[in-house]
């Protein structure tokens, strides 16, 4: 499988999870329940945010090939929420290395073996949601509360950054959760390998 290929794929993945993100907040009941403030805001963070499982899942089935067709769907994603400069070029950085770097730290320690996707147990894929969930939290914290653009973080986030981390960290891990476990079902449903997802 060319890398052209691969990154087409990768992007599809996340264009999905982006798709399916802006989905769900178009749905006025599930406002109030997915955020912790009354004003809509997609790029505040939420409590379900599909994206990250869908970047584990790319890197899961392509490995380190597929960071470019992550990386085009996360910046044009940071676009279209009109992120600009420094927290666009972060968001972009953090959202496609964060799970990347996820990926390689529980493998480099031993904690979980993840080679042999998608037979790996279910729950190292919930750790790894939960260890990038953390990774991409605390990535994201430092580029938007960061100087010059703590202060604007601060009024957007209207809870400061209490508000960032308890919408942030649990949104990644459930929203993560949710997208890798729901492929995986997928994929062994159809029985799907490596080489024809």
């Known amino acids: 499988m060319t890398t052209l290929i691969i990154n087409i794929k990768s992007f599809l993945f996340l264009y999905l999870a982006y798709s399916l993100h802006n989905v769900i907040f178009d749905i006025e009941a599930f406002q109030n329940i997915l955020f912790f403030t009354k004003d809509f805001n997609p ?45 666009l070029v972060g968001y972009t950085i953090v959202g496609s290395l964060g799970p990347l770097l996820a990926i390689y730290l529980i493998e480099k320690f031993r904690l979980a073996n993840f080679k042999d996707f998608p037979n790996t147990s279910i729950r190292h894929l919930v750790f790894l949601c939960i260890f990038a969930g953390l990774i991409n939290t605390v990535g994201k914290f430092i580029v938007y509360f960061s100087y010059p653009f703590s202060d604007a973080a601060i009024s957007w986030f209207n809870g400061g950054p209490t508000q960032f981390l308890l919408t942030f960290l649990p949104g990644d891990i459930v929203g993560g959760s949710l997208f890798l476990l729901t492929s995986l079902a997928v994929i062994k449903f159809f029985h799907l390998d490596k080489t024809n997802t």
């Open 43 to 87: 790029t505040v963070g939420s409590l379900l945010y599909l994206p990250i499982g869908a970047a584990l899942l790319s890197y899961l089935l392509y490995g380190k090939k597929a960071i470019l067709g992550i990386f085009a769907a996360i910046i044009l994603s940071g676009i279209y929420n009109e992120l600009k400069n420094y927290i």
